[in-house]
């Protein structure tokens, strides 16, 4: 998003964004995705006024789409050479270089998905989208139905099956299992800052406003 904000032909803007990992879906399968929240406008190059969107979207999701991907597999090969995918099971024989490059070339032919929702209508609305992800945990009680010792039951939502709600019982080992798929390594962070609202630059305009005001 800062690369393609960043073109004069897109916003031509410095935008800023929080991003939010998510790990679960209602099942409590391993189902990594990452949400963003992002202000519509950015800054220009010298950061004295705001620019605002050119078009009814903030930006084309067409060109996300291709950006995202050739960055994401960027990331995919440079992890491959560093020896640091695990690649076991089911895709063990993806640890073969030649096995992984037509994997990886074959990323390519398929279109990738970048969604963007429309823009939040007020300042609680955001609040309250963000609360959703970054002070829940992959099960909240209020899911869970019954344990009877051996095997745990709880409620679900099947999103591809018009978000019907059902029950699901698991063996209390595979439910654990779950479960812990979704707790993070020591030190990871989930929320991050980017662009103008990064930590980094927050603390450079602090301490310029400082300056300013001690003169």
């Not at 960055?71 to 995919?76: D, E, I, Q, R, S």
């Not at 007020?122 to 002070?135: F, I, K």
């Not at 029950?167 to 299992?177: P, Q, S, V």
Request: glycine fraction near 6%; aromatic fraction near 12%.
């Amino acid at each position: 998003m800062l690369e393609v904000a960043a073109n004069s032909k897109r916003l031509g803007a410095q935008i800023g964004f929080i991003s939010i990992l998510h790990t679960w879906g209602q099942n409590l399968l391993l189902h990594p995705h990452v949400h963003c929240v992002v202000p519509a406008g950015g800054l220009a190059a010298n950061h004295e006024r705001w620019v605002h969107p050119k078009h009814a979207f903030f930006l084309p999701v067409n060109v996300l789409s291709p950006v995202f991907r050739a960055k994401f597999v960027a990331g995919l090969r440079k992890a491959f050479r560093q020896g640091k995918l695990v690649l076991s099971g089911s895709i063990a024989q993806l640890a073969n270089p030649k096995q992984f490059a037509a994997f990886v070339k074959s990323l390519f032919k398929q279109q990738w998905v970048v969604y963007a929702k429309p823009a939040f209508g007020a300042p609680t609305l955001v609040l309250r989208y963000l609360g959703r992800y970054t002070h829940r945990v992959a099960m909240s009680n209020h899911r869970l139905l019954s344990f009877d010792g051996e095997r745990v039951t709880f409620r679900w939502k099947d999103y591809a099956h018009g978000n019907k709600q059902k029950k699901m019982t698991l063996e209390a080992t595979e439910f654990l299992r779950r479960f812990l798929l979704h707790v993070l390594p020591a030190g990871f962070v989930r929320i991050r800052h980017y662009g103008f609202l990064a930590n980094r630059v927050c603390r450079e305009k602090l301490a310029l406003c400082r300056q300013k005001l001690s003169k």
